[in-house]
């Protein structure tokens, strides 16, 4: 029986860390293999790595890191779970380098921000390009055709594959 501190009475699934799933939360179906399979670009436990929907034409490349179980932000979340996830980060900021040739990349992430949508947590590995111009906050995003994220995903799949 959970006590107060584990706020509503819902189950945890087996291997959910401080999170349960919510109905209609597109992470969490992605996290749970029951979407976009064919997106996840790397997987390590509870964390996975996705191109992005959204995408800006001098960053290409764009990825998000995502936890399995879902919690909203930095602060809420265990600290074995945030181990995990910048430990995938920090890999995926090497591999956006070799997989699209980026000089580095800027990471980013939301603890409801204003104007947040998704509020699944999500670490976002952003490509950076010489002349990209890139600022924060970017209105300039656009959507980026499933063809282009699945090449983006096979590119990642190749670089994050060699080492566990
Ligand atoms: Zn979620």
Redesign the pocket.
């Known amino acids: 029986m959970p006590g107060p501190e584990h706020g509503p009475a819902r189950s945890a699934a087996p291997g959910e860390e401080g ?1 349960v ?2 109905d209609g ?1 597109v ?2 179906a992605i ?1 749970r293999g029951e979407a976009d399979a064919d997106l996840v670009a790397y997987r390590s436990g509870d964390v996975c790595v996705v191109p992005a929907l959204l995408q800006r034409e001098n960053n290409p490349g764009r990825t998000l890191v995502l936890p399995v179980p ?1 919690v909203t932000g930095l602060d809420g979340t265990p600290p074995g779970l945030l181990r995990e996830v910048f430990g995938v980060a920090a890999r995926v900021v090497s591999a956006v380098r070799e997989a699209y040739g980026a000089v580095g990349s800027t990471v980013v992430q939301n603890n409801t921000a204003p104007g947040q949508v998704l509020h ?1 947590l999500h670490v976002s590995v952003v490509p950076r390009f010489e002349g990209d111009a890139f600022r924060i906050p970017e209105p300039g995003l656009s959507e980026a055709p499933r063809e282009v994220r699945l090449a983006r995903a096979s590119a990642l799949r190749r670089v994050l594959a060699r080492e566990a």
């Open positions: 999170g799933a919510v939360c992470f969490c996290g879902h699944h």
